[in-house]
Structure formats: structure tokens, C-alpha cells
């Protein structure tokens, strides 16, 4: 009778086991090594789709950037007068042309850590 439980026992660890892996059946289980395959060809595709959005943005970032610097160029040392956040909502809403840039002074970190 032993012999029977621990045979039941490992009949049930390896139907698991099968359960968990896939065995090709004509239920349409899909073994784990094909499905894994598939994920791994899925994950290649979604990164050669970032890598080429991220050229292109990169792209495009460049020749907005080039053109603000030629814009800069062509009005010379005119003087531009700074726009308020108003102003810059006012004319995002028309639909106007409009640049937004800021410079950002990073200081280094003084603190000594002691107080």
C-alpha cells in the first residue's frame, strides 16, 4: 500500500510537471521551450520598434533644434523680448510657431554632510 501512494504521489508531481511544461497533445498544450521562443521573438520585435522610434525622435528633436538655431541666426542680435507664460499659452492655443527653451545652472553639492 506504501508503494501505491508514493507511485499516486509521483504520478501527480509529473502530471504537474507536464501541466507546467506542456506536453504536445492533441489538446493544443503549448510546450514551455515554444512558448518561451515566442516571447523572446516578440521582445526582439517591440526593441527594433523603440530603436526606430527613438531615431526618429531623435530626428526630429535635431531639426527643430536646427531650426531654432538658424531662426537665431537670421534675426541677428535683434533683440527678442521674452514671453510670459501667458503669452506662450496664448499663442500655443492659435496655434502659433513656438520654441520654449531654459537654461539650468546645476551647482555642485557644498554640503559636507557634518551639521
Do not use: C, W
Not at 18 to 25: A, H, K, R, T, W
Not at 54 to 79: F, L
Not at 91 to 110: F, H, N, S
Amino acid at each position: 500500500m506504501a508503494s501505491g501512494t508514493a507511485s499516486e504521489a509521483l504520478r501527480d508531481r509529473v502530471s504537474r510537471l507536464e501541466n507546467f511544461v506542456g506536453v504536445p497533445e492533441d489538446d493544443g498544450a503549448v510546450p514551455l521551450s515554444v512558448s518561451t521562443e515566442q516571447h523572446a521573438i516578440e521582445l526582439v520585435d517591440l526593441r527594433r520598434i523603440l530603436d526606430d522610434f527613438m531615431t526618429e525622435s531623435s530626428a526630429r528633436i535635431t531639426n527643430i533644434m536646427e531650426d531654432v538655431i538658424d531662426q537665431s541666426k537670421k534675426e541677428g542680435k535683434k533683440k527678442t523680448g521674452m514671453l510670459s507664460a501667458l503669452q506662450v499659452k496664448t499663442g500655443l492655443r492659435k496655434g502659433e510657431e513656438t520654441y520654449l527653451a531654459t537654461l539650468v545652472e546645476i551647482k555642485p553639492d557644498t554640503t559636507d554632510g557634518s551639521s
